[in-house]
């Protein structure tokens, strides 16, 4: 059955380390059911991409084999009808091409359709959607791709996680640029290594890049508008099958 499959929010770096931390210490729960926690576990390092932000609306396309394909807003499923920014009534028009992309990634992880929804998670962008951005001159509205696509078990189970892999196809991140959708894998992308047990040592090259980004975005580079102001930067990565 179609049901909206919800994306994380984006935390604030300090709220990640945290997440991290309690992760990695956890250790179970005691017989009284209280969380237990070992701080003597040396903590992860983490090699983290750093992505460019896009401003525009967030939504996600869905499709499993007996659910079939629909549209999602950040919050609830949308169509041609019942619309957000027209991103239904587009993605509806070249469904056959983001089947296409879905069925890539399924077949590249060995993903069943019949056991599972892949969500494809994208920022909704472009022309009339926000202005003053990077690319707010461009004359059509385009999906930008993120880094990371989820899979979810056909029937909403909470003792059943969702797992997350790159939008990736061997080397090649998936996109159709004849259908306005690209990755933003496929532009430049920056590499961190996060030491979580020293999680403040990489704060400052985050912050010179996030000023680099806004002084010139590469992203609205790409599209021909030169000296755009960037919009900052988002950082992922997986640990322990979750998206951060």
């Not at 499709?63 to 609830?76: A, H, I, L, M, R």
Request: net charge negative; glycine share 4%; aromatic share 10%.
């Amino acid at each position: 059955m179609k049901r909206t499959i919800k994306m994380p929010s984006i935390d604030q770096f300090r709220n990640t380390v945290n997440s991290i931390i309690h992760t990695a210490r956890y250790t179970g729960l005691n017989d009284d059911g209280v969380a237990m926690y070992d701080n003597n576990i040396k903590l992860p390092v983490i090699k983290a991409i750093g992505t460019e932000k896009i401003h525009g609306t967030n939504a996600s396309v869905c499709y499993s084999e007996p659910d079939g394909f629909w549209v999602q807003s950040k919050k609830k499923i949308i169509t041609p009808e019942k619309d957000n920014a027209s991103c239904a009534f587009h993605a509806e028009q070249i469904k056959d091409k983001w089947i296409k992309l879905i069925k890539s990634l399924a077949n590249e992880h060995n993903i069943d359709l019949n056991k599972n929804i892949i969500s494809l998670y994208f920022e909704w962008c472009g022309y009339g959607i926000q202005t003053r951005t990077a690319i707010d001159g461009i004359k059509e509205k385009m999906a930008m791709i993120f880094r990371h696509f989820k899979v979810s078990p056909l029937e909403n189970n909470d003792d059943i996680p969702a797992n997350w892999y790159e939008t990736k196809v061997q080397d090649r991140w998936i996109q159709d640029t004849e259908n306005q959708i690209f990755n933003i894998s496929n532009f430049p992308i920056y590499e961190f290594e996060i030491d979580f047990n020293e999680p403040l040592m990489i704060q400052n090259k985050m912050i010179d890049t996030v000023l680099e980004l806004e002084a010139n975005s590469p992203v609205g580079q790409a599209f021909g508008f030169e000296n755009n102001i960037g919009e900052g930067m988002v950082i992922s990565f997986i640990f322990n099958n979750n998206l951060h």
